[in-house]
């Protein structure tokens, strides 16, 4: 491990005490407002909509194809932002959506700089602009999830899978963390030696650069609730479900990624999770955090015909050059729902508070 990544590092610690308390006010928010005189805001609420693939709903079909630029985000028209804005329109919460720039792939630092979306073409065409130009000074509602991508967590899928390592998946972007180490012993690499000091880099990072995002947001759009959404739980805590393929699917949910590697993937997640809380509460005013992992344990990739989240290659709405993606992991259409009832849940007791 490089000295230059072990001097970048600092400690989770410093902001752990103060985030303790805020913790509960800022979990609190995922529930609906309460009081009788709680009541919708009169006006439309001028929104922006931020993120990576969860945010995007890469998957499910039919995908944003309206401009070029943003055709390898693999964002859906009907992504929970869009089912979310419609679930407040019928409680009449009315959002103005002034742009929806989630984009899959993009890691948490896109959010200030430009994300090549299709990289083997080094082309222009296909770079779109930093997710905070879309911020203007009348943003009153700024929602989304990023994080995952920082953390790494393709790079760890692909470090547990020789599948996914293999050419037919080389549009998914990341590469295993170290190839020279075979996919079946990814457990204990990621937890000892330099997978494991790696895998500590890269959520620390994710947490830092989510405090710079909420920061950023909160300069762009003064006056804007900033909403930080987290993301679905992957992994149940009886990881032998994993070991049934779902109704009508021949694959395994995780396919060939070792069974003794799921409660791996699964505390990356809590760790995240922690660490995208820690951020929230770091903001301490006009943010709140959506905690899906807390929520989604009975719709997880191994919970059959309950799964909010597709098998990593059982295949998805999603297409490309004729040929239909595998969900790699993210949310199906039971997935979206529950992400979008969620997020309308938190925004409409922001919004009242």
Request: hydrophobic share 40%.
């Amino acid at each position: 491990m490089s000295t230059t990544m072990r001097t970048t590092k600092t400690s989770l610690t410093r902001r752990a005490a103060a985030a303790a308390v805020a913790l509960g006010s800022c979990l609190a928010l995922a529930s609906p407002a309460t009081g009788a005189g709680a009541a919708a805001p009169a006006d439309p609420v001028p929104t922006v909509f931020f993120g990576d693939s969860y945010t995007a709903n890469y998957g499910i079909a039919p995908h944003n194809l309206d401009e070029q630029k943003r055709a390898f985000c693999f964002q859906s028209k009907e992504n929970y932002p869009a089912v979310a804005t419609r679930s407040l329109a019928e409680k009449g919460i009315t959002l103005t959506t002034q742009a929806d720039v989630s984009c899959g792939g993009a890691l948490a630092h896109h959010f200030w700089t430009e994300h090549e979306t299709f990289p083997v073409s080094g082309s222009s065409d296909f770079t779109v602009a930093a997710q905070q130009e879309a911020l203007k000074p009348d943003t009153e509602l700024v929602v989304g999830s990023m994080g995952g991508n920082t953390a790494g967590f393709v790079n760890i899928l692909k470090q547990c899978s020789d599948k996914l390592r293999s050419g037919e998946h080389g549009l998914l972007p990341g590469a295993p963390v170290d190839a020279d180490q075979p996919a079946a012993t990814c457990a204990e690499f990621f937890t000892s030696g330099d997978g494991k000091e790696w895998l500590g880099y890269r959520i620390e990072q994710a947490g830092e650069h989510l405090e710079e995002l909420l920061d950023r947001a909160g300069y762009f759009a003064p006056d804007a609730q900033r909403v930080l959404v987290g993301y679905p739980r992957l992994v149940p805590a009886d990881t032998t479900k994993c070991m049934t393929a779902a109704p009508g699917e021949t694959e395994l949910p995780f396919a060939d990624v070792p069974a003794d590697a799921l409660p791996v993937l699964d505390q990356v997640q809590r760790r995240l999770n922690d660490v995208m809380k820690m951020a929230v509460a770091d903001a301490e005013t006009n943010a709140a955090f959506v905690d899906l992992y807390s929520v989604t344990g009975a719709n997880t990739a191994c919970d059959g015909a309950d799964r909010g989240i597709g098998g990593l290659l059982e295949t998805s709405q999603a297409e490309l050059f004729g040929t239909k993606l595998p969900w790699y992991a993210h949310p199906n259409i039971k997935g979206r729902d529950l992400q979008a009832q969620h997020v309308a849940t938190t925004i409409e007791a922001v919004l009242n508070r």
